[in-house]
């Protein structure tokens, strides 16, 4: 068997054939599989699944681990605001609307340690003000162009 492949072997080191393990109606057929071959797969193949399986593992258990309790403390706060917002619907704010005329409304259910945080205005933010919008034509085009390059690499 070649070390460098993504495709699956025989018993003697050629492609699998799946059709020889399956019934008319595409259903795996046990004898068949017994008579024929076991999978073989080549170590990169092999190595490509346990360390994708590994790197997934890794990455729930550190995000569980070291963000746990922050991601449990919003999803509790998101839940009761939810809860205590029901039946009103979501208006953005602007600016004119706003007594403060910051844009921003002034919570009144947050700890107070988070007031200063929920009001501010992030630096990406602050930053980002000082261009237009891009036009929605924009993000279609590249949609549709991303769609005929991956449609033409693909066939």
Same mark, same amino acid.
């Given at each position: 068997?070649?070390?460098?492949s993504?495709?699956?072997?025989?018993?003697?080191?050629?492609?699998y054939?799946?059709?020889?393990i399956?019934?008319?109606?595409?259903?795996?057929?046990?004898?068949?599989?017994?008579?024929?071959?076991?999978?073989?797969?080549?170590?990169?193949?092999?190595? +490509?699944?346990?360390?994708?399986?590994?790197? #997934?593992? %890794?990455?729930?258990? @550190?995000?569980?681990l070291?963000?746990?309790? $922050?991601?449990?403390?919003?999803?509790?706060?998101?839940?009761?605001?939810?809860?205590?917002?029901?039946?009103?619907?979501?208006?953005?704010?602007?600016?004119?609307?706003?007594?403060?005329?910051?844009?921003?409304?002034q919570?009144?259910? +947050?700890?107070?340690?988070?007031?200063?945080? #929920?009001n %501010?205005?992030?630096? @990406?933010?602050?930053?980002?003000?000082?261009? $237009?919008?891009?036009?929605?034509?924009?993000?279609?085009?590249?949609?549709?162009?991303?769609?005929?390059?991956?449609?033409?690499?693909?066939?």
């Amino acid at each position: 068997m070649p070390i460098l492949s993504s495709a699956v072997f025989d018993n003697r080191s050629r492609p699998y054939d799946v059709s020889k393990i399956l019934t008319k109606n595409f259903l795996f057929d046990e004898e068949a599989y017994h008579r024929y071959s076991r999978v073989f797969l080549p170590i990169t193949y092999v190595l +490509s699944y346990a360390l994708q399986f590994a790197a #997934l593992t %890794a990455l729930i258990s @550190h995000t569980a681990l070291w963000h746990g309790k $922050d991601i449990v403390r919003q999803w509790r706060r998101s839940w009761a605001e939810i809860r205590s917002s029901k039946g009103s619907n979501y208006e953005p704010l602007s600016p004119e609307t706003e007594p403060n005329g910051s844009g921003y409304r002034q919570s009144t259910t +947050s700890e107070p340690a988070l007031e200063d945080l #929920l009001n %501010a205005e992030d630096v @990406h933010n602050r930053l980002m003000k000082r261009y $237009d919008d891009v036009p929605i034509f924009w993000y279609l085009m590249t949609g549709v162009s991303m769609t005929a390059i991956g449609i033409f690499v693909v066939e």
